[in-house]
């Protein structure tokens, strides 16, 4: 009885450093949009920054998640809530890299005038951040139905990517001066749209944990 307690308080203890990452992250993904939107290059310079916790949290979670498998040697119902556990944080791991990626492109325009207003990219921005505190409850909760409906989100994200690039395409050939700028918008909407994939691949990881079985909600 007592191992099964000590494991039950590792795995709330592995659920809380989750939890833990996905502030961070989603704090990671508010700022290089937020940096982006006012062509903030400190701010930009401090997400980039920032992203060194992510990294060290991201490792003491997979270092927690094999000590539990080496010496709980969990039954398969268990082992499928440490592995979810590893696949979410390496999901939030390069959520992460996204924000960071962003935040470069920032950088990039330091000096800059936006050649257009920024509308769509800070919506895209918002649903997935919206996406990501539900994938956490999903799993906090073991909500599948909750899980499952982060694909309609992701639907909406996809639709706004779209739009963008019909648009920028069009300014691309109505003034092939901002183009540079134009091709920098296209890769942060891009890895906006990556983003809100990554977080259905966190609600897949917890209709597995739960169910035992695969759904594919990128389709």
Known sequence: ????LNFQHSIDDLQNELLDLGSMVENSIHQAVEALTRL???LARRTVEDDDAVDELTLRIEEM???????QQPMAGD???IGTALSIATDLERIADH????AKITIRLSGETL?????????????SKEMLRESLVA?????IHMAASLAEKDDQVDKIFSRIMTDVIG?????FTRNRQLTHLIMVAHYLERVADHVTNIGESVIYMVTGKRKDLNV
Not at 1 to 4: D, E, K, L, P
Not at 99 to 102: H, R, S, Y
């Open 99 to 102: 924000a960071v990626d962003i």
């Open 115 to 127: 050649a257009k207003e920024l509308i769509d990219i800070p919506q895209m921005a918002e649903i």
């Open 40 to 42: 903030d290059t400190d």
């Open 79 to 81: 082992l499928r809530i």
């Open 1 to 4: 009885m007592n191992n099964r």
């Open 65 to 71: 998640c094999l000590k539990l498998i080496a010496l």
């Open 139 to 143: 799993y906090m909760n073991r909500n």
């Open 171 to 175: 300014m691309m050939n109505a003034d």
